[in-house]
């Protein structure tokens, strides 16, 4: 599908998609200019069956960028990993998990800039309550899921979207290996549930590493483990910091595509105008 058609595709579903949820008439674009905080989780899973390499380089990367692309002090940033090497880094449980998050939004004000970064395994569970129209509900680990639980999607919004002012603006990067939270699915996946709670007056923008079918790859860059989408991100965003974003989901799907086959996804909790440009 060329760039052309793509976008018409995209501005059809999401005219479909808000005429099923509309957007909230409080709604406000942020400014980004008040305070900025920020979210990075990195979970390797070390010694499981299902350890990863790259994550907790991939918090620690994405922790470095912003503050010296986007000017975030490091008190300002909480670390979460599970390799043992973050000097300042929290153990990402499901409980600290909670707890940054909590931390991220508390106090928010508009136009606030709030991040949040995951990166690490991410799947689907049955939904326990009907109300999901594919009967399944996205998640994603922490690292002591096996002793706790994971994290469904309802939990994330209730916990980092609902709280937030109008015009305050949170910009979640997830690159986990199968996560759907925060993307488009599809007209037939607005559930009864998010009709029930409608849209946020708050800006939210989520970008992910790929599809619902698609796997987001782990790789290494300079002999160094890394997320594909992070590293790609980290990198568009040096390069060029001045995008706008349709131009930086373009150029993420222009890397990710041929090498990893997987396709980077833009949403938000409002119609996502792509001849904006990109801020945090």
């Known amino acids: 599908m060329s760039p052309t058609r793509d976008r018409g595709f995209l501005d059809d ?4 998609y808000f005429e099923l949820l509309p957007p909230n008439r409080d709604f406000v674009w942020s400014k980004c200019t008040g305070r900025k905080k920020a979210v990075c989780i990195g979970i390797n899973y070390t010694g499981s069956d299902n ?3 790259g994550c907790a380089n991939d918090a620690k990367n994405m922790r470095q960028f912003l503050m010296e692309v986007y000017g975030f002090r490091s008190e300002d940033i909480l670390l979460l990993t599970d390799d043992g090497h973050g000097r300042n880094s929290v153990q990402p449980t499901r409980k600290e998990m909670f707890n940054a998050m909590k931390w991220l939004v508390q106090g928010a004000h508009a136009h606030d800039s709030l991040f949040f970064h995951y ?3 991410g799947g689907q569970t049955p939904d326990k309550t009907g109300r999901e129209t594919d009967g399944k509900d996205e998640v994603i680990f922490p690292v002591d899921f096996k002793q706790t639980d994971d994290i469904i999607d309802d939990e994330l919004h209730d916990t980092l979207v609902r709280p937030l002012p109008a015009g305050c603006r949170l910009t979640s990067c997830h690159s986990g290996t199968h996560s759907a939270h925060g993307r488009l699915r599809g007209i037939t996946h607005i559930s009864r549930r ?4 409608g849209a946020s007056a708050s800006d939210v923008i989520c970008f992910a590493a790929c599809k619902d079918d698609e796997t987001s790859a782990d790789t290494f860059h300079g002999g160094v483990a890394t997320g594909a989408m992070s590293y790609e991100f980290i990198h568009s965003l040096r390069r060029t910091p001045h995008q706008t974003y349709e131009q930086l989901l373009e150029d993420l799907r222009d890397r990710l ?6 396709k980077a996804q833009i949403s938000g909790t409002h119609p996502v105008d792509l001849d904006r440009d990109f801020i945090l």
């Open 13 to 16: 579903v999401l005219k479909k």
């Open 119 to 121: 990166s690490g395994h």
């Open 51 to 53: 350890e990863l390499k």
């Open 194 to 197: 998010a009709r029930e709670r």
């Open 257 to 262: 595509i041929p090498k990893y086959h997987q």
